[in-house]
């Protein structure tokens, strides 16, 4: 199960379990998701890699989500554009109370498009 939001019903958001640890998050582009010069906006790209995240560690029976961010870095590697993207999120490091995260963010042609960061606090 994944978390139940309506933000991400709003980007068309698309979920894949890979294993206990790790996600992956299909997000179909769209022409509101591009910034002036056509490629997707980085708000887009930080969305995309802060929900991937978040989904990583199980939800709760009800689709509520058991973690916040609470810092996050994205590394935008070169401009998104294509069809899609597909974020690959992780868990690096599961501690008590904090869980460190990397998501890996591809374009539709497998090229790797941004490397984000995250630390994550168990609610």
């Known amino acids: 199960m994944f978390i139940?939001?309506?933000?991400?019903?709003?980007?068309?958001l698309q979920y894949k379990r890979v294993n206990e640890d790790q996600i992956n998050v299909y997000l179909p582009l769209q022409p509101l998701?591009?910034?002036?010069?056509?490629?997707?906006?980085?708000?887009?790209?930080?969305?995309?890699?802060?929900?991937?995240?978040?989904?990583?560690?199980?939800?709760?029976?009800?689709g509520i989500q058991t973690v916040v961010t609470v810092d996050l870095k994205v590394s935008f590697l070169r401009p998104a554009k294509g069809e899609f993207l597909?974020?690959?999120?992780?868990?690096?490091?599961?501690?008590?109370?904090?869980?460190?995260?990397?998501?890996?963010?591809?374009?539709?042609?497998?090229?790797?498009?941004a490397k984000a960061d995250g630390i994550l606090y168990v609610i």
């Not at 139940?4 to 068309?12: A, M, R, Y």
């Not at 002036?36 to 009800?62: F, K, Q, T």
């Not at 868990?91 to 498009?113: A, F, M, P, R, W």
């Open 4 to 12: 139940k939001q309506p933000f991400d019903e709003f980007l068309g």
């Open 33 to 62: 998701f591009l910034n002036s010069l056509g490629v997707v906006h980085g708000g887009i790209i930080s969305s995309l890699a802060d929900v991937a995240m978040c989904n990583v560690p199980e939800v709760d029976d009800r």
């Open 86 to 113: 597909l974020a690959d999120a992780r868990v690096i490091k599961k501690g008590k109370s904090l869980i460190h995260s990397e998501c890996l963010i591809y374009d539709d042609q497998n090229t790797l498009v």
